[in-house]
Nanobody, 115 residues
Framework: QVQLVESGGGLVQPGGSLRLSCAVS????????LGWYRQAPGKERELVAY???????NSGDFVKGRFNISKDTSKRTVDLQMNSLEIEDTAVYYC?????????WGQGTQVTVSS
């Protein structure tokens, strides 16, 4: 069973930055997609950004170049650097690993953007 553990959430002022990190317990496939999703109160979970095993990246339209996703295969981590944070970015952020046969989620980490 793959386990994902997020860290790095917290409280930040508008315009500030945070870096989220997700530790992946093990790689069970050479083909995978690692991503970050978020869910705000009363809203559906949405994609923030993902990177696949080939290094291809994509992100939600709302990112607008503010966030960058990166993975370190040797450390088994996937990070999300978030800059120019806005109040609307407040949400629980979840790490995800998508495999051809399974879908794994972390427990989530709270990000609160507030003055």
């Amino acid at each position: 069973q793959v386990q994902l553990v997020e860290s790095g959430g917290g409280l930040v002022q508008p315009g500030g930055s945070l870096r989220l990190s997700c530790a992946v317990s093990e790689y069970v496939s050479r083909i995978y997609t690692l991503g970050w999703y978020r869910q705000a109160p009363g809203k559906e979970r949405e994609l923030v950004a993902y990177v696949d095993s080939h290094g291809n990246k994509n992100s939600g339209d709302f990112v607008k170049g503010r966030f960058n996703i990166s993975k370190d295969t040797s450390k088994r981590t996937v990070d999300l650097q978030m800059n120019s944070l806005e109040i609307e970015d407040t949400a629980v952020y979840y790490c995800n690993e998508y495999l051809p046969w399974a879908d794994y989620w972390g427990q989530g980490t709270q990000v609160t953007v507030s003055s």
